[in-house]
């Protein structure tokens, strides 16, 4: 058993970072949070307008769509298509998602603006550098206007001034997305806890269990 009672609640509007040593489990937890797994035991509710729902009981074409509809993955490899564009690669969710070519295309075009990428929109990824790769990434991830950004060591193959700058993009763009829809939140596994220490709360994975850190500053009581 990877976990032991473990309980995490996540509001709207937070950006929570889960820290934890290689092996403890963070991408395995990010993967129950985001039913991309189903826990042996326990159960994951999602906030809906509905009231919460619980991913248990969702048949897995049901989860594939609230996956879909409501989360946004970013990952350590940017997996971009090598053979599409940048504006391409961003599309990609809304003209799977059934949306027309032209209004995918113009909603690409803003949200490449949004990361800074807007000249880079006709190159493919293999003449983007990682930061650009992985900015495209991060703009395809909420291209959708997903809830939730859930996102796997998003700067972990790259180097220090360039993952802090992307770090410092999502921490924007969380704050944006927030505002605009009110109903959004981030979760963030990472091993940099100066990254972590720059969200809203940190909770730290060992054995099994979360305990939560105290942020820079704050006393416990």
């Given at each position: 058993?990877v976990?032991?009672?473990?309980?995490?609640?996540?509001?709207?509007?937070?950006?929570?970072?889960?820290?934890?040593?290689?092996?403890?489990?963070?991408?395995?937890?990010?993967?129950?949070?985001?039913?991309?797994?189903?826990?042996?035991?326990?159960?994951?509710?999602?906030?809906?307008?509905?009231?919460?729902?619980?991913?248990?009981?969702?048949?897995e074409?049901?989860?594939?769509?609230?996956?879909?509809?409501?989360?946004?993955?970013?990952?350590?490899?940017?997996?971009?298509?090598?053979?599409?564009?940048?504006?391409?690669?961003?599309?990609?969710?809304?003209?799977?998602?059934?949306?027309?070519p032209?209004?995918?295309?113009?909603?690409s075009?803003?949200?490449?603006?949004?990361?800074?990428?807007?000249?880079?929109?006709?190159?493919?990824?293999?003449?983007?550098?990682?930061?650009?790769?992985?900015?495209?990434?991060?703009?395809?991830?909420?291209?959708?206007?997903?809830?939730?950004?859930?996102?796997?060591?998003?700067?972990?193959?790259?180097?220090?001034?360039?993952?802090?700058?992307?770090?410092?993009?999502?921490?924007?763009?969380?704050?944006?997305?927030?505002?605009?829809?009110?109903?959004?939140?981030?979760?963030?596994?990472?091993?940099?806890?100066?990254?972590?220490?720059?969200?809203?709360?940190?909770?730290?994975?060992?054995?099994?269990?979360?305990?939560?850190?105290?942020?820079?500053?704050?006393?416990?009581?």
């Amino acid at each position: 058993m990877v976990f032991a009672q473990l309980d995490l609640a996540v509001q709207w509007g937070e950006m929570v970072a889960i820290v934890g040593e290689s092996g403890s489990g963070k991408s395995t937890l990010l993967h129950l949070l985001s039913g991309l797994d189903r826990p042996s035991a326990g159960d994951v509710y999602f906030d809906s307008d509905k009231g919460p729902r619980s991913l248990a009981a969702m048949e897995e074409e049901e989860l594939a769509e609230l996956r879909n509809r409501e989360i946004g993955f970013v990952w350590q490899q940017h997996y971009l298509l090598p053979e599409f564009t940048a504006l391409e690669n961003v599309m990609m969710p809304l003209l799977i998602g059934g949306q027309p070519p032209a209004a995918a295309e113009s909603t690409s075009r803003a949200w490449l603006d949004r990361v800074g990428l807007s000249p880079r929109a006709s190159h493919r990824s293999g003449e983007l550098s990682g930061g650009e790769q992985q900015r495209v990434a991060l703009a395809r991830a909420l291209v959708g206007d997903p809830s939730f950004l859930m996102a796997d060591e998003p700067t972990g193959n790259l180097d220090a001034a360039t993952g802090a700058a992307v770090f410092e993009l999502i921490r924007r763009l969380h704050s944006e997305q927030q505002g605009a829809r009110k109903r959004f939140a981030s979760i963030i596994v990472t091993h940099n806890l100066h990254q972590a220490q720059s969200c809203d709360r940190v909770v730290s994975l060992m054995e099994g269990q979360l305990q939560e850190q105290l942020q820079p500053g704050i006393q416990s009581e």
